[in-house]
């Protein structure tokens, strides 16, 4: 946090620059543009081929072929999701929050992309739809769908409260891709990573730059949509905060169940679908 009495004197210039104009550090024109159109024929002949409930306080995992789809829904209450992505042939590959937050910003929606960590960073998922999208920003500088927090976890509950509380998101994942991917917890806890904060209402306050949470607007019946660009293996949890209107890290909140459906297109037209490139840096760092 910035001190409010800070330390060293302005320079008589402090006002001219601070009244610099900011420039936008990465303009998502420039980036390749998923193909919508393609995008929607696919939908048109996708058929629901999986669903799984995450239980509150709980995670799950569940496959997605390249080509498909998942949407993202609430069921019964209000209630976050943390969402994980992983390339299902090699979970090396996973999400990247920070690069997809500097890409398209802090929270996402229609037409924004899931990039993937480096040497890969390509993208992973497209979201192609969100009945969440007329929320926008609120004038406390809050939206939904974040990419600027990490996920619940216990070290940090263990710092601030002392206590260990096992239901995190975090640990609730560690546990889901141990089971799915039958790993020892200790080796898929390594492969838990910054999420995509799902339904979650947050923001920075104006006055200190911190991390804020408030009611999620979710209602049972929106969701978010996806477009699996490349096999993925998806992890949700539902967060112990529920609507994450007070706290999290507890048993205290109210919690509902979320649920996962997966939607895939013939084999024809799949197979039609192309996965995005590796990313193209020969990877030589300079050196020869
Ligand atoms: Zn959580």
Same mark, same amino acid.
């Given at each position: ?31 390749p ?29 569940? /496959? ?16 976050? %999701? ?9 979970? %090396? /590959? ?19 992309r899931?990039?993937s960590?480096?040497?890969a960073?390509r993208p992973m ?9 007329? !929320? ?10 974040? *990419? ?21 998101? =975090? ?8 089971? =799915? ?13 910054? *999420? ?28 978010? /949509?996806?477009?699996?660009e490349i096999?993925?293996?998806? %992890? ?38 192309q996965m995005p490139q590796m990313n193209? !840096? ?7």
């Amino acid at each position: 946090m910035k001190l409010t009495q800070p330390k060293h004197a302005a320079p008589h210039m402090a006002d001219q620059m601070r009244d610099v104009e900011p420039v936008i550090c990465y303009s998502p024109d420039t980036l390749p543009q998923p193909d919508f159109a393609k995008m929607k024929a696919l939908r048109v002949a996708a058929k629901q081929t999986g669903r799984i409930t995450v239980p509150p306080r709980d995670a799950a995992c569940i /496959e997605v072929p390249a080509g498909g789809f998942f949407r993202i829904t609430s069921v019964e209450g209000p209630q976050v %999701g943390d969402l994980n992505l992983w390339n299902a042939k090699d979970l %090396g /590959e996973r999400f990247y929050s920070g690069k997809t937050r500097a890409l398209h910003g802090t929270h996402l929606s229609t037409g924004d992309r899931m990039w993937s960590s480096f040497p890969a960073m390509r993208p992973m998922a497209t979201i192609v739809d969100d009945t969440l999208d007329w !929320y926008g920003f609120d004038h406390f500088g809050g939206s939904v769908h974040d *990419v600027i927090g990490t996920r619940c976890d216990p070290y940090t509950g263990r710092l601030l409260s002392g206590g260990d509380y096992h239901h995190c998101c =975090h640990s609730n994942l560690t546990r889901a891709l141990a089971a =799915h991917s039958n790993l020892p917890l200790h080796e898929a806890e390594a492969h838990v990573h910054d *999420v995509l904060n799902v339904f979650m209402c947050t923001g920075f306050t104006r006055d200190t730059g911190q991390y804020f949470m408030k009611a999620s607007p979710v209602r049972p019946g929106d969701y978010l /949509e996806f477009f699996a660009e490349i096999d993925l293996l998806v %992890g949700l949890s539902a967060c112990p905060g529920g609507d994450c209107s007070s706290e999290h890290s507890s048993d205290t909140a109210a919690c509902y169940p979320l649920e996962i459906s997966v939607w895939s297109p013939d084999a024809t037209a799949q197979s039609d679908h192309q996965m995005p490139q590796m990313n193209p !840096y020969d990877r030589s760092h300079g050196v020869s």
